[in-house]
């Protein structure tokens, strides 16, 4: 199967939201020294009012991250009995693991308990992600449910002292 995170999500962002997201996301693959591209890996990731998806550089590419504001679903497809959509991104522990890690902390951050974030990885392999968004978020409080790899929440520290 490969190393994977995944991410369930309603079938709409918020629009609002979803523009502080792809802030930080933009940031994010500015600050991260790892070479990245488009889903296929060859040309520019794209970060914008509709979706974010990037990729590693040949050939330290694998799988494209990606993530609609608006859900496209496949013919046939259903929400779950909570009314999200799932989805995934297999990285192999390529480089571009890490901005993968800190795109997903930053969504978890923003969406809050509307979207969930699980990972096959251990939090401690979720450092140097974790380290890439707080250079982007400011310092971050993450909650794991150790037993499935969830990310479980995700506070910035101007939250958690009440200032936000």
């Not at 571009?96 to 969504?107: E, K, S």
């Not at 979720?126 to 982007?136: F, I, N, Q, T, Y």
């Not at 971050?140 to 499935?148: A, M, P």
């Amino acid at each position: 199967m490969g190393y994977t995170h995944y991410w369930y999500r309603p079938e709409e962002l918020d629009a609002t939201t979803w523009a502080r997201f792809t802030d930080a996301t933009r940031t994010i693959l500015d600050v991260a020294a790892v070479e990245l591209g488009s889903g296929d890996g060859t040309r520019t990731p794209e970060v914008g009012a509709g979706r974010v998806v990037f990729n590693g550089r040949p050939p330290n590419d694998y799988e494209p991250f990606s993530i609609d504001r608006a859900y496209c679903k496949y013919r046939g497809e259903a929400p779950d009995v909570s009314l999200h959509y799932f989805n995934f991104c297999k990285t192999g522990h390529r480089d571009y693991d890490l901005v993968v890690v800190a795109v997903l902390v930053a969504f978890k951050l923003a969406f809050g308990a509307s979207v969930r974030v699980l990972s096959d990885g251990h939090p401690s392999e979720w450092s140097p992600g974790l380290a890439v968004a707080e250079r982007v978020l400011g310092k971050l409080t993450v909650g794991w449910n150790k037993d499935n790899g969830e990310l479980l929440s995700v506070a910035s520290a101007a939250e958690t002292a009440g200032v936000a």
